[in-house]
């Protein structure tokens, strides 16, 4: 028998597939190095607004233990050192990454939000508030974070990094300029497990972190109804952020 977290867990994994065959990403490979560093630095604007998502979710939640988890999570992007002293944030981390794949301080500091990112932005952080207010509440807050903030975050960067490999290399390589932001963020923020799976103890993805509480609020049709549209209200605001982007590849393929 098909069980409702099943049902969930296909619709994720379909929702995967499809975002990565996505036509601004499945182009990634043939994308010229200033496309490339026009999406970074549009996509950067995202990564600065999660921390107002994280802290929006952390006020919302009523779960003392969902909000441990969420707290935990915001707050290691400000990493400490062991006698408590600030460490570089993440978004500091991503500044360095695309200074290291060729992008200028003024170029990443004034290109300026497009339209459209601002729109997703916003729209993004307006999807928190329709959380809101309905008996689904915790669970359709925790679904939207962990798809938007942590499953399609790593499923983004997995298909950019084969073309930021080209600049980049994993910290665990002793070769060349390490990444600091997206190669760390494509490895812990992953979906790595299919919800309810019992095995999750221990050195967990972000997204799995968020999975955890999950299962328990999934306990009728209406709300597995309402975690799969959390799911797909994710997706489209990242497949709409990422449509502005249609232009670069078409124009290389037109170019072939
Ligand atoms: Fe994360």
Redesign the pocket.
């Known amino acids: 028998m098909i069980t409702m977290l099943d049902q969930l867990n296909r619709h994720e994994c379909a929702r995967i597939e499809a975002f990565k065959t996505h036509l601004s990403l499945a182009k990634v490979e043939s994308l010229s190095w200033d496309d490339l560093l026009e999406i970074l630095i549009q996509r950067r604007f995202l990564s600065l607004s999660i921390v107002n998502i994280y802290e929006f979710v952390i006020d919302a939640l009523e779960s003392e233990s969902i909000k441990t988890a969420v707290r935990l999570?915001l707050h290691?992007e400000y990493p400490r050192n062991t006698r408590g002293v600030p460490l570089v944030s993440h978004r500091e981390l991503l500044f360095r990454d695309l200074l290291n794949l060729g992008a200028s301080r003024d170029q990443i500091l004034m290109s300026g939000e497009s339209p459209l990112t601002q729109e997703v932005r916003l729209q993004s952080l307006s999807q928190l508030e329709c959380c809101l207010g309905h008996v689904h509440s915790e669970l359709a807050l925790v679904s939207f974070l962990r798809f938007w903030?942590?499953v399609l975050?790593a499923v983004e960067y997995e298909c950019l990094w084969p073309r930021l490999a080209e600049r980049l290399s994993p910290p665990s390589s002793s070769q060349g300029i390490a990444s600091q932001f997206f190669y760390y963020?494509m490895i812990?923020?992953r979906r790595q497990s299919d919800l309810g799976d019992g095995q999750l103890l221990g050195g967990l993805t972000?997204a799995q972190a968020l999975a955890r509480h999950i299962p328990e609020l999934i306990n009728d049709e209406s709300a597995l109804q309402e975690a799969m549209r959390q799911v797909d209200r994710a997706w489209e605001l990242k497949v709409r952020f990422y449509s502005q982007f249609r232009r670069f590849g078409s124009a290389q393929a037109s170019r072939r």
Do not use: F, M, T
Request: no cysteine; proline share 0%.
């Open positions: 999570i290691e903030a942590e975050v963020h812990h923020d972000h």
